[in-house]
Nanobody, 113 residues
């Protein structure tokens, strides 16, 4: 079992920045990749960025050049979000694959225009 707790969401104006954090606990040595997903009202959950144990990253086209995913040891995942846009407004979820998928409770990000 893996437990994930996100923090760092909030309200920001367009063009601003936020940093999301995710702390993993439990069977962290079984994790082979982690990532961030988001779900906007009325839309399906979508991938934002992922990072493997080897540091390989993958980003959604819509966030490339603005968001940076990073991982500090096996426990801490972060997402630095710059140049935020109103369309980035969503609930952001931390994900860990073991390869069973685990999810955090989500953190709200709201970008005002």
């Amino acid at each position: 079992q893996v437990q994930l707790v996100e923090s760092g969401g909030g309200l920001v104006q367009a063009g601003g920045s936020l940093r999301l954090s995710c702390a993993a606990s439990g069977s962290i040595f079984s994790i082979n990749a982690m990532g961030w997903y988001r779900q906007a009202p009325g839309k399906q959950r979508e991938l934002v960025a992922t990072i493997t144990n080897y540091g390989s990253t993958n980003y959604a086209e819509s966030v490339k050049g603005r968001f940076t995913i990073s991982r500090d040891n096996l426990r801490n995942l972060a997402l630095q979000m710059n140049m935020l846009k109103p369309e980035d407004t969503a609930i952001y979820y931390c994900n860990a694959n073991t390869p069973r998928a685990y999810w955090g409770q989500g953190t709200q990000v709201t970008v005002s225009s």
